[in-house]
C-alpha cells in the first residue's frame, strides 16, 4: 500500500530550492561571444511570430541575484541571447544558463524545462528573455505552447558495464572508483552536469581516528563511541554498520588523501573533523578521480541521465539499469552490480512530511526527490522503519536574503545571528515558549528542537536589546560565546563576527526585516503577538512568565540559565524575527548489510543491488540525524566499501 502511495507522491510538483550559501555568488560574468547564426528550429508546432526588429534589455531576479539579458529579433524570430551579467553558481547556474539560451534560440520557444538543480537560475533567465519578447511585442502565450520535440526520444542505447552506479554524489563517486580499482568496467550515470552532489556543498566530514587526527593527538576511544552512538539512538539502529563507520572511516581518509582529495584536520571542540578542499576546486578532483579509474578502465561517466527504473531477471535479480538522457534517449545499462548512490528525497516535499511531518526549509540538492529509492522498492527493497530520518542541522532567518539587497552582509545576518543567541525568548507558531533557548548553542539541537515545534519559530527581541547590540555588540547583551553558527554562514563577514562589534543600524535592519514580511513588529507584546499571528493570550502568558524568570533569574519552565535570561526593557517596540530550520537531506529509505547490499523485506538482500550514501544512512540513526560531519564521513567511507563489493560480486558472476 505504501508503494502505491508513493508513486502518487512522485507526480506531484516537485520543490527544487538548492541551498548554495555556502559557495556564495561568483563574479559577474563577460558577455557571451555567441555567433549570430540561429540553429534550424526542431520545434514540433512553432507557430509563426512577428517581433519589433531589434535588441531589447531585460532582467529577472535569479538563484543569487539579477540575471540581465540583451536580446535580440529579427522580424520573426529571436536571433540571439546575450548574457550580460549573472551571478549564479560557477558550475551548476552559469552552465545551466547557456543550456536555457541555447534551447530558447534552438527552438524558438519559451516552453523550456528548468536544468535539473538549477531550477530559480533558469527561471531567472527565461523569465528575463520573456520581458524582452514582450517589449519587442512577441506573442508570449504562442511561445510558452512551442513544444520541442526531444530528438533522442524513442531511441533507445544499449550499453554493458560490470558495475553501474546511479548518482555522482560523495558516496557514487567513491563507489565507482573503488569498483574501477578493483578492476571492474563501471559506467556511472548523474541526473545533472555536475559530479560532487551535496559533497560540494559541504564543510567538513568526520573520519575517525584518521591519521591526521591522530597525528593531532586526538584519538576516540572507539569502543565507548560504539557504545554512547547506539545507547543514544535507543538501540534500534545496526550495531554493525556503526562498528564498520566507526572503524573503517579513518581508512577513508588516507585514500582520499591519496587520491587527492585532501581534506584538512580540525580539533572540533573535541571532535574529529575534516575539512574538505576549497569549494571551487572540488568538483575538478573528483572528476579527475572518475577519470584516473573509471575511464581509464574502460568505463564511462554519464552525465545529465537520469536513472528510471531498475532491470531485473526473472528471478528478481537486479541487472541493470533503465535511464533517460538530457535529449530523451533512453539508455539501457546491464551491469552485474547495481549502485544506488541518488542521495535521498529532500527535496519530495510531500515525501518528507508525510514521513517525518516536517514542512521546513529544503537545503538539500532540488533534484533528489527519492527516484532511486522508489526504483529500490519496486524491485522489492523493504522500507525501513525508520524511514524518516532528515538532517537537520541549520536554522535559517527568512529574513537574510532580503535584507542582503539593503545592507552588507553582516547587517543583512543580525536575525540570523539573533536566532543562534541563548539570550533571547523563543516561542513556536502558537505563541508558546518550547525550549530553554540555550539549545540554540548547537546547531543540530537547534535544529531539531525547532522542527520538533512547527514549520518555523519566533525569535522575540526589544528595542532595549537592540540599543545595546546597536552600541557594544553581543557584548552588550551578555553573549558568552560566539553563537554557533556554521561557519559557512559568517565566512564572508568573518572579521566583524566578533562579541564586540556593534551592530550598526540596528533598528533600522529590524524595522527593514518587517517591512519586508520576514518579521514582525509590534509597539506592545499584545501588538507583536497580533501582527505575528500568534494566539495573543497564550504569548502574553508566556511573555509575561518569561519576564518573571528574568526578575527572579529561576526559570521554572525550561531550567535557563539565569546567565541568558537578559533583560527585555520596559518599552517596544518589540520584533519577532521568523526562524526556520533548514534540511540538508533525508537520511535513510533502504536497509543494507556491511556489504552495503539492499535488503528485502525478509532482510535478505536482493541480489545484484546495492546501497550507499544517504540512502543507506538510516542504518546508523534511529529517528533522525545527529551527528556533525557524519554525513559526508559516511558518504565517502560506504562508497569506497560498497563499491569493493560491487565490484567483488561482478567480478565473481562473470
Ligand atoms: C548545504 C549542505 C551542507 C552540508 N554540510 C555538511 C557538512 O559540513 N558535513 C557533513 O558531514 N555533511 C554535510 N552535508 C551533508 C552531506 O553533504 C551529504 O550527507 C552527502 O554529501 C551525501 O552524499 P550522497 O552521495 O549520499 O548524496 P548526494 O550528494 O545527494 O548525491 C546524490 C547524487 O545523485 C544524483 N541523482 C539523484 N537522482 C538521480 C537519478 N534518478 N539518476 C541519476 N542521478 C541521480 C544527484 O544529482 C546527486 O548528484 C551538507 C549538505 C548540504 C546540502
Given at each position: 500500500m505504501k508503494k502505491k502511495k508513493m508513486n502518487r507522491l512522485f507526480v506531484t510538483a516537485l520543490c527544487f530550492t538548492m541551498f548554495i550559501l555556502l559557495l556564495g555568488g561568483c563574479e559577474q560574468k563577460k558577455s557571451d561571444k555567441e555567433s549570430d547564426k540561429i540553429p534550424e528550429t526542431t520545434a514540433d508546432n512553432v507557430s509563426a511570430q512577428k517581433y519589433k526588429t531589434g535588441t531589447y534589455t531585460a532582467e529577472a531576479e535569479g538563484k543569487e541575484g539579477l540575471i540581465k539579458v540583451e536580446v535580440t529579433f529579427s522580424d520573426t524570430k529571436i536571433t540571439d541571447i546575450q548574457i550580460i551579467s549573472q551571478s549564479e553558481t560557477e558550475g551548476l547556474g552559469d552552465d545551466a544558463l547557456d543550456t536555457i539560451k541555447e534551447k530558447v534560440l534552438e527552438g524558438q520557444t519559451l516552453a523550456v524545462d528548468a536544468v535539473s538543480g538549477a531550477t530559480e537560475s533558469s527561471d531567472g533567465l527565461l523569465a528575463a528573455i520573456e520581458d524582452a519578447v514582450k517589449q519587442a511585442d512577441g506573442n508570449v502565450d504562442e511561445l510558452k505552447t512551442n513544444t520541442v520535440k526531444k530528438e533522442g526520444e524513442g531511441q533507445v542505447e544499449k550499453l554493458s558495464a560490470e558495475v553501474v552506479v546511479i548518482g555522482a554524489g560523495a558516496s557514487g563517486v567513491s563507489a565507482a572508483v573503488t569498483a574501477a580499482d578493483k578492476g571492474a568496467k563501471v559506467i556511472i550515470i548523474e541526473k545533472?552536469?555536475?559530479?560532487?552532489g551535496a559533497s560540494n556543498l559541504s564543510w567538513a566530514g568526520k573520519f575517525y581516528n584518521s591519521s591526521a587526527a591522530v597525528e593531532n593527538g586526538l584519538k576516540v576511544e572507539v569502543e565507548k563511541e560504539i557504545a554512547d552512538w547506539i545507547a543514544n539512538n535507543h538501540w534500534r539502529v545496526d550495531a554493525a554498520a556503526i562498528r564498520q563507520y566507526v572503524t573503517k572511516s579513518g581508512e577513508t581518509y588516507d585514500w582520499l588523501e591519496e587520491k587527492g582529495y585532501q581534506t584538512t584536520f580540525l580539533n572540533f571542540n573535541g571532535e574529529q573533523l575534516h575539512v574538505l578542499p576549497a569549494y571551487d576546486t572540488r568538483q575538478e578532483i573528483l572528476k579527475n578521480m572518475l577519470k584516473d579509474s573509471v575511464e581509464q578502465g574502460g568505463g564511462q561517466v554519464l552525465t545529465e541521465t537520469t536513472g528510471k527504473k531498475l532491470l531485473a531477471n526473472e528471478a528478481g535479480d537486479v541487472v541493470g539499469v533503465s535511464a533517460e538522457k538530457a535529449d530523451g534517449t533512453t539508455v539501457e545499462i546491464t551491469a552485474e552490480s547495481v549502485v544506488l548512490a541518488?542521495?535521498?528525497?529532500?527535496?519530495?516535499a510531500e515525501m518528507v512530511k508525510e514521513y517525518f511531518g516536517f514542512e521546513g526549509v529544503n537545503g538539500g540538492l532540488g533534484q533528489n526527490v527519492g527516484e532511486g529509492l522508489e526504483m529500490a522498492w519496486e524491485a522489492g527493497a523493504k522500507i525501513p522503519d525508520n524511514m524518516g530520518g532528515q538532517m537537520l542541522h541549520q536554522t535559517l532567518a527568512r529574513a537574510t536574503a532580503a535584507l542582503k539587497k539593503e545592507f552588507n552582509s553582516f547587517q543583512a545576518s543580525y536575525p540570523l545571528i539573533s536566532a543562534y543567541l541563548p539570550n533571547f525568548m523563543n516561542v513556536g507558531p502558537s505563541g508558546a515558549r518550547f525550549r530553554d533557548e540555550a539549545a540554540t548553542l548547537t546547531a543540530v539541537a537547534a535544529a531539531n528542537t525547532s522542527a520538533f515545534n512547527g514549520s518555523y519559530h519566533l525569535v522575540i527581541i526589544s528595542k532595549h536589546q537592540l540599543d545595546l547590540l546597536a552600541q557594544k555588540g553581543m557584548s552588550g547583551i551578555n553573549v558568552p560565546q560566539l553563537p554557533g553558527m556554521p561557519p559557512e554562514f559568517y565566512s564572508d563577514f568573518a572579521d566583524q563576527?566578533?562579541?564586540?562589534?556593534p551592530w550598526t543600524d540596528a533598528e533600522k535592519v529590524f524595522d527593514a526585516m518587517a517591512a519586508n514580511g520576514d518579521g514582525y513588529k509590534g509597539d506592545t507584546i499584545e501588538e507583536l503577538a497580533a501582527n505575528a499571528g500568534v494566539d495573543v493570550d497564550i504569548f502574553t502568558a508566556e511573555y509575561n512568565n518569561y519576564i518573571e524568570a528574568i526578575k527572579?533569574?529561576?526559570?521554572?519552565?525550561?531550567?535557563?540559565s539565569a546567565d541568558y535570561l537578559f533583560p527585555m526593557g520596559e518599552e517596544g517596540p518589540y520584533y519577532a524575527i521568523i526562524a526556520e530550520i533548514n534540511n540538508l537531506g533525508s537520511v535513510g529509505g533502504l536497509l543494507v548489510n556491511t556489504e552495503f547490499e539492499v535488503l528485502n523485506d525478509e532482510r535478505v538482500p536482493i541480489k545484484g543491488l546495492y546501497a550507499v550514501g544517504l540512502e543507506s544512512e538510516g542504518v546508523l540513526f534511529n529517528d533522525t540525524y545527529v551527528g556533525n560531519g557524519v554525513g559526508i564521513g559516511y558518504s565517502f567511507t560506504s562508497g569506497r566499501l560498497g563499491g569493493e563489493s560491487a565490484a567483488l560480486n561482478a567480478l565473481d558472476n562473470k
Open positions: 545533472t552536469a555536475v559530479i560532487g541518488t542521495g535521498g528525497y529532500a527535496a519530495n563576527f566578533t562579541l564586540d562589534t527572579t533569574g529561576v526559570d521554572t519552565e525550561f531550567g535557563k
